[in-house]
């Protein structure tokens, strides 16, 4: 396993993809620093023109763009006080006071450590964790995948923000797309209208292009009143040693939540960033004190959503399921790319994995050396015109969906994808269920129809394999603990809501 | 600014759910009906539109039953539907016309919308940035743009 990794070393600077992937982090920081813009975006918009190129490479451009586009959240977290990318969220409440104080450059220095030294260690945990998963992944036969493709959407609860019915409903139209054209089994044609573009069904990427870029860009259009912010002036960038001794525990702890927090499907970088956080404020000494720019209050959250990213790769490469947007975008790239996710990726194609695991430990060096020398250029970048990114933006999407197939039909799919998605957004109708319900709808299907032959219609298949009984009782577990979760959630909001008609 | 209720959509998505399910066992009708212990093209998709209309139900019967007054607000409502129907006629006319001569007019365009700045400077910047597109993804990337009928 070892000698893998090390060949996967060897491929990663050979093929060049260390070039890639230097571009991938450089152009993630700059997209993740940008408020507006995500690392999903970035991917996004990246994947139709990393069709035929060496899978390595389009890989560690990838895995650089996600890993990037999370730490430079932190940049405007802490310089304009908007978090560039959710996951940053956290780090405002202590990067911006610390700015407030005359130490943006400290605060800027402990977060580029912290998300380099935390992307490390899940980067390491992935590396060493995902062989072993996929070797018991070996083992799953159709109806395992049936049941696993159900935990994936049974995730859609988690995914779906903030009405678990509108997710549902999202996750199942997503699911029902996902049948137009030729079915699996039986080679029939659904649904298609007699319409020929609609025969290989709707294709992934025009939607992924619109709902995570175009919808962006239509937000941009209607901020575009909106001034832009003024941010602190960095004077001296870095730590002292004592100081970095102080945050060590610090990033150490937060990597393991965060790399665990991620490798559960359904929760997110933002979600390991708040939970890291709330541990170190928790345990740490000065815990009162977090809020008001303390150095802890920035190691935490950047070390745990750096991990997350690694975190989250560990499902998409073993088991084929996306963990939340970024990798669902990131695993519609790769099918694209030819490989099917899973655990076979590991025996058909060792290389390319292995040069994916070191692409990702040898982003996080990227990561410390751009954000520590780069800083003050990032800087600059954040005050480029927002205008301008948008009509960018949406430049690139088009030529995005043009470069696949070159036809008009996928242009269109991606504009009104693109409109729809940002309506629903503005309505708590969350995107990222469709989008996991699109993906995982053909995987639940094709098994299902394999599970109905090997079993000859036998259902009963389902309860005699003891390794679908583990996948019930983590369905079983998602669902209960879900309902249970915004039943509090609406009895509190509802809580609220009587308290502040009592006080009309 | 245009400003609706959300209940809106929840009603309309709710009715469209209970549609699609008509549509999908209507179409699946024809089908056709699968060999011994296969699973047939029908199967699944009647699965997932029942789940869900079920929930499309539920959705609608909250939106009748609760007052809930939240509003979806579009500022600047004009300027994006504005720009959803430049981007679309960008998009369609872009394989006939070509990126070339089409680009720096839809960014000119849109810049002039969203008030970028005079219109010098959103012409320059506007050719600017497709001369910049096009070095990018065409000559260092080769990525095929639409050439239109300028052939390049």
Same mark, same amino acid.
């Given at each position: ?92 409440? /202590? ?12 605060? +800027? ?73 030729? /079915? ?63 945050? +060590? ?256 | 600014? *245009? ?97 070339? *001569? ?30 910049? *597109? ?19």
């Amino acid at each position: 396993m070892v000698q893998y990794l090390l060949n996967g070393f060897g491929h990663l600077v050979q093929s060049g993809s260390i070039f890639a992937l230097f571009i991938g982090v450089f152009l993630g920081i700059i997209i993740g620093a940008l408020p507006g813009l995500t690392a999903t975006m970035g991917i996004a918009l990246l994947i139709p023109f990393t069709y035929g190129m060496d899978p390595a490479y389009a890989l560690s451009l990838m895995v650089g763009i996600f890993a990037g586009g999370i730490y430079g959240g932190s940049i405007s977290a802490i310089l304009i006080k908007t978090p560039g990318t959710p996951a940053a969220g956290a780090t405002v409440l /202590d990067g911006y006071p610390l700015a407030q104080k005359g130490q943006a450059g400290k605060a +800027l220095a402990v977060s580029t450590i912290a998300s380099a030294l935390g992307g490390l260690i899940g980067a390491l945990i992935l590396t060493f964790l995902a062989p072993q998963i996929a070797k018991i992944a070996v083992l799953f036969g159709p109806p395992e995948y049936v049941l696993l493709g159900v935990y994936g959407l049974s995730m859609i609860s988690y995914v779906a923000g903030k009405s678990m019915a509108k997710g549902i409903l999202m996750g199942c139209l997503g699911i029902l797309i996902s049948t137009i054209g030729i /079915d699996p089994i039986s080679g029939f044609p659904r649904f298609t209208f007699g319409q020929l573009n609609l025969l290989n069904g709707l294709s992934l990427l025009p939607v992924l292009i619109g709902l995570f870029a175009a919808a962006q860009a239509f937000e941009g259009v209607e901020k575009c009143n909106e001034p832009q912010v003024q941010q602190a002036k960095i004077k001296k960038i870095g730590i002292s040693g004592k100081e970095f001794l102080r945050i +060590l525990p610090h990033i150490v702890k937060s990597a393991f939540i965060g790399t665990f927090v991620g490798a559960v499907p359904g929760t997110g970088t933002d979600i390991a960033a708040f939970l890291s956080y709330g541990e170190a404020k928790r345990s740490a000494k000065n815990g009162a004190e977090f809020g008001t720019g303390v150095i802890e209050g920035v190691a935490a959250p950047e070390s745990g959503n750096n991990a997350c990213v690694n975190g989250a790769m560990i499902p998409m490469f073993t088991l084929g399921i996306p963990g939340e947007a970024a990798t669902a975008v990131m695993l519609g790239g790769l099918m694209l790319l030819g490989l099917q996710p899973g655990p076979l990726l590991f025996r058909d194609n060792p290389q390319v994995i292995y040069t994916v695991f070191a692409s990702t430990i040898t982003s996080n060096l990227l990561i410390l050396i751009l954000g520590l020398l780069g800083a003050r250029f990032f800087a600059k970048v954040l005050q480029l015109p927002t205008k301008l990114i948008t009509t960018m933006i949406f430049v690139l999407a088009i030529i995005g969906s043009y470069a696949m197939r070159n036809n008009a039909f996928d242009v269109s799919v991606t504009i009104i994808a693109g409109f729809l998605g940002y309506i629903l957004t503005k309505a708590d109708y969350p995107v990222p269920p469709l989008l996991l319900g699109l993906i995982l709808g053909p995987l639940v299907e094709s098994n299902l129809g394999r599970t109905v032959i090997i079993s000859e219609g036998n259902y009963s298949i389902f309860f005699t394999r003891p390794l679908c009984w583990l996948f019930w009782a983590l369905i079983l577990y998602t669902v209960i603990s879900n309902i249970t979760k915004s039943r509090r959630a609406s009895r509190q909001s509802g809580q609220k809501a009587g308290r502040e008609e009592s006080h009309e | 600014m *245009i400003s609706f209720k959300v209940r809106w959509l929840d009603l309309f998505l709710g009715i469209l759910s209970i549609v699609l399910l008509f549509i999908v066992f209507i179409l699946s009708a024809s089908f056709p009906e699968p060999h011994e212990a296969q699973l047939g093209a029908a199967v699944f998709p009647r699965i997932v539109v029942l789940v869900l209309a079920v929930v499309g139900v539920y959705i609608f019967a909250q939106a009748m039953g609760k007052k809930n007054n939240a509003t979806v607000d579009i500022n600047n409502a004009q300027k994006v539907i504005l720009s959803f129907f430049i981007l679309l006629l960008y998009g369609l006319f872009l394989k006939k016309i070509g990126f070339i *001569i089409l680009t720096p007019i839809f960014i000119a365009v849109l810049l002039f919308l969203m008030r970028f700045s005079n219109v010098v400077i959103n012409l320059l910047t506007s050719m600017l940035t497709t001369a910049g *597109i096009y070095i990018i993804f065409k000559i260092l990337l080769s990525v095929p743009l639409p050439e239109g009928i300028l052939r390049f």
